[in-house]
């Protein structure tokens, strides 16, 4: 696979929180979704971005508690952008699902 953040796999990610790990890959998430109708290429790189970022934080060690819930993420995501949306996600459901991850990244800091 060919690493889109680089600076960010070389183990930097690792020091955000969960919280920020999460908060980031919503922001791809949400990217990819305000450029659906208006340009597929430009949409296919931000979820692309969104699950590369989801892949780091699956393979950040701190988060192994959390495992589950993050590959599941992952593959709703995968199948919400390029599968048959076979869970029924929508625009709002994620938006909705990372805006809680926004708001803890901006209490930590």
């Known amino acids: 696979m060919n690493r889109i953040h680089k600076n960010l ?4 990610w690792n020091n955000f929180s969960l919280a920020e790990q999460l908060a980031n890959v919503g922001s791809e998430a949400g ?18 971005r969104a699950l590369e970022l989801a892949e780091l934080t699956i393979s950040d060690p701190k988060n192994r508690r959390r495992l589950k819930e993050l590959t599941r993420m992952r593959e709703m995501l995968a199948d919400y952008f390029f599968g048959s949306n ?5 625009d ?5 699902y990372f805006l809680s991850f926004n708001w803890a990244a901006r209490k930590d800091k």
């Open 31 to 48: 990217r990819a979704i305000n450029w659906r109708g208006k340009n597929a290429e430009f949409s296919n790189l931000a979820a692309e």
């Open 86 to 90: 076979e869970y029924s996600s929508s």
């Open 9 to 12: 796999s070389a183990g930097r």
């Open 92 to 96: 709002q459901l994620w938006q909705k």
